[in-house]
Each structure stands twice: as C-alpha cells, then as structure tokens.
C-alpha cells in the first residue's frame, strides 16, 4: 500500500482530488461529490478534532473484535459497503469548503508524519503503528477516490 506520509504519495493524492468537479458523479454508490469529501474528513476528524463521542462499552467491543481488521488491512474496500453513523453525510455539503478542509487534514497528518503515528492511539481501535494509521487514511481515500473516477 502507498505511503500517505511520503509528501510524494499525499501530493499524488491531493492532485487527484483537485480533478474532482462539484458535478463529478460516482461509479458507485449514492454519495455526492460533496459529501464524499465531508465523509472522508471524518477520519481526520476523529484524529485533529474533539467533535466525536468515543466508543465504549459494546460499541467499542464490536468495533475492536469487527471492524478493525477490515479497516486496517490492506485488502480494498468493497463497494457498497456498510459505513459507521459517524460517516454518514445527508446533507448537501459546500464543494470547495470540503476539498479545501480534506486538503488541509491531508497535509496536517503527512507533515506530522510516520513517527507521530507509530503507536498512537486512534478514536476507535487503541493504540495503532503507523502502517495501520496509513493502511487507514489511504486505503480509504483512495476507494472513494476511485468510487469517483480519479
């Protein structure tokens, strides 16, 4: 899997956000654009911002038992997959203010970089290496990078 903290693979990335237009339609899926940039903020949200409620008890359980593998692997997403409620975008979101706000977190996590993340403890899964934080942030960035044709 590419590297999000090599500046190389974040500029690659921002480049291929930058050719999305707010008429970009998906492949797949019932995302706008818009909301696919709000909902791929929400994993540097639940990083740079206190906004989140964290998990506990059961919810916490699942997600650990679940969910982790599935997140931090390295095997693609599918399509159409189940997304947590956190990530759920219904409303209209402004284009160009979630270009611009992925655009900064993308560049805030890369400039922090590898050591920053080794060992780090993540919202949802405990204490993470930095393979799993990039495994994370890439992996998903680009599915739906590909969901809508850059």
Not at 5 to 22: G, M, S, W
Not at 66 to 82: A, D, H, M
Request: charged share 30%.
């Amino acid at each position: 899997m590419k590297n999000i903290f090599d500046k190389t693979v974040t500029d690659e990335v921002i480049e291929r956000i930058n050719r999305l237009e707010p008429t970009t339609k998906p492949n797949w899926g019932k995302m706008s654009v818009d909301q696919m940039l709000a909902h791929c903020s929400v994993t540097y949200e639940l990083d740079f911002e206190n906004k989140h409620p964290k998990p506990k008890g059961f919810k916490k359980w699942m997600l650990k038992t679940f969910v982790k593998n599935i997140v931090l692997s390295e095997k693609p997403y599918k399509k159409n997959g189940r997304t947590a409620p956190e990530f759920l975008i219904a409303s209209d979101k402004d284009f160009n203010l979630e270009k611009d706000r992925l655009t900064a977190y993308i560049i805030k996590a890369q400039e922090l970089g590898n050591n920053h993340y080794n060992q780090k403890e993540s919202h949802s899964f405990g204490k993470l290496s930095s393979t799993e934080w990039n495994n994370m942030f890439y992996k998903h960035l680009d599915h739906h990078l590909n969901q809508f044709g850059v």
